[in-house]
């Protein structure tokens, strides 16, 4: 019986397993190493795990529009394995000093303003807003596009907010277009998109150009932030100013902390709440001071059958040492 030679069974042999390492390496490491080489390219600004906006191309100069930029290193560092924040700040390196937010003064400037449309961030992420740095909305409302939520106790579809996180990803449009009394307390959206673990920190501002809305009361204005099914949410050290309605909106959301934060807005804005804690569980919100030209803290549930059907109250919520100032104070 004729045998192949061991030599030329082993090339063979060593071909395939070749082939399927490569293959196999082309899979799993190709798109970690591009993340990584994205990743070394902010090293000299941000720390190990750290994505900086500047070093891809952002600009705070209060009119470059930044959106796609801050939105592609998001969903960069969202996807790696090794990023965990991402940092609005100008060029120049900072102190990693700690601000206190809550003592800064109403439109207080910043050295940079970076202009932004509307940003949806992933889960175990942090957005850093440098002290130096403002995060402003465009006041081009077309960027603010559509999403389900719920707004003024109604699930509806309205404008997204400047910073977003979970979304409804798969809706029912009959039921989206019936009336109140069609709908029966049913609600359009069919499947969630859950998130969990998500900080915005830093020491900046974030404003949401608040009155380019004002002077359209007739369409659905958004918050500054909504987070919706989220699971772990931290607000610290930052200041919220000029938003379009209220000022931060978790809903269906649970763990949510909020410390040490300052949100000013104009006590002429119309129903600009400053928190809106909507079907929330597990709540604490403390040293902070609002001004707002509607309630400081709401809470809420929704209303009516929709309401009773969705069946998520808001509970265990701790508010505390906390600084009012021209607003309705605290409403249930």
Known sequence: ??????????????????????????????????????????????????????????RGDSTFDNTAIIQHVIDLCGKSKVCHSVKISGPRKISNAKIDASTRKPNGKTEYVFLSGPIFLHSNMTLSISHDSTLRGTPDIKQYKLTYTRAEGKMKMRHASLINAGRCLKMNQTILHMSEREKNGIIACKKWKTMKNITITGGGVIDGNGHRWQEKLEIERPPLISFTNTNGIKISDIQLQNSPFCAFHPLFSTNVQVKNIAIFIPEHSKNTNGIDLDSCTH???????????????????GLDLEGRKINKPSQNILIEKMNFGYCNGLSI
């Open 1 to 58: 019986m004729h045998q192949q030679p061991k030599t030329k069974k082993n090339a063979v042999g060593f071909a395939f397993f070749f082939c399927i390492f490569v293959l196999f390496s082309l899979k799993t490491f190709a798109p970690e190493y591009d993340r990584i080489v994205a990743y070394k390219v902010s090293k000299s600004s941000a720390s190990f795990g750290t994505l900086s906006v500047s070093d891809f191309g952002a």
């Open 283 to 301: 709540v604490k919100v403390s040293n902070s001071s609002i001004v707002t030209g509607g309630d400081c803290i709401a809470i809420k549930s």
